[in-house]
């Protein structure tokens, strides 16, 4: 069975950092591109960022691009995803995502004074 | 930048056939996906390669591409079909757009 379980977020004040993690299994990690998708309370989904299998190559959103970063562990079938200098406007449910086609629940980051 | 448009909502009565349509420039160049989203939910992909059906999701669900748009077809709409339906592709940088969404209501 397909999971992929995200971890990391909370709340964190403007202007601070976050590293969410996803931890993948039951398919060969390997094997597929990695993204991360967000959904702003209320609002409809917007693709972050994607990394492909062997880490060479990385896409970013224009709203994220220079603040956040994608990065994988194939050895411990995990992504990553680096998020600095945080705006209200990044406050979102993030999902890890395997090409789309198989999510994870979602991990909430609150950006907030 | 790329955008994809989707109509905001769409009401159809049980029975009857649910169409969403997404335009964008880049669609006659790569493929569209859809996904489902029922609230509180994470997303569901029901359709990939325009018209291709994950395992799992019923046949009702069908989809076309004619160009600059897609569309998903949603035959003999069940209640629980209501949900977001979202499209996303790629586009020419190989990053990915979603469309804005559309809610479905059966009546």
């Known amino acids: 069975e397909v999971q992929l379980v995200e971890s990391g977020g909370g709340l964190v004040q403007p202007g601070g950092s976050l590293r969410l993690s996803c931890v993948a299994s039951?398919?060969?990690?390997?094997?597929?591109?990695m993204t991360w998708v967000r959904q702003a309370p209320g609002k409809g989904l917007e693709w972050v960022a994607n990394i492909k299998q062997d880490g060479s190559d990385k896409y970013y959103a224009d709203s994220v691009k220079g603040r956040f970063f994608i990065s994988r562990d194939n050895a411990g079938n995990s992504v990553y995803l680096q998020m600095n200098s945080l705006r209200a406007e990044d406050t979102a449910v993030y999902y890890c995502?395997?090409?789309?086609?198989?999510w994870g629940q979602g991990i909430l980051v609150t950006v907030s004074s | 930048s790329y955008e994809l448009t989707q109509p905001p909502s769409v009401s159809v009565f049980p029975g009857q056939t649910a169409t969403i349509s997404c335009s964008g420039n880049e669609l006659s160049r790569q493929y569209g996906l859809w996904c489902q989203q029922k609230p509180g939910q994470a997303p569901v992909l029901v359709l990939y390669?325009?018209?291709e059906r994950p395992s799992g999701i019923p046949e009702r669900f069908s989809g076309s591409n004619s160009g600059t748009t897609v569309t998903l077809t949603i035959s003999g709409v069940q209640p629980e079909d209501e949900a977001d339906y979202y499209c996303?592709?790629?586009?020419?940088?190989?990053?990915?757009?979603f469309g804005g969404g559309t809610k479905l209501t059966v009546l």
């Open positions: 390669k325009d018209s």
């Open positions: 995502t395997r090409e789309f086609y198989y």
């Open positions: 996303l592709s790629a586009d020419s940088t190989s990053t990915w757009v």
């Open positions: 039951g398919f060969k990690f390997t094997t597929y591109w």
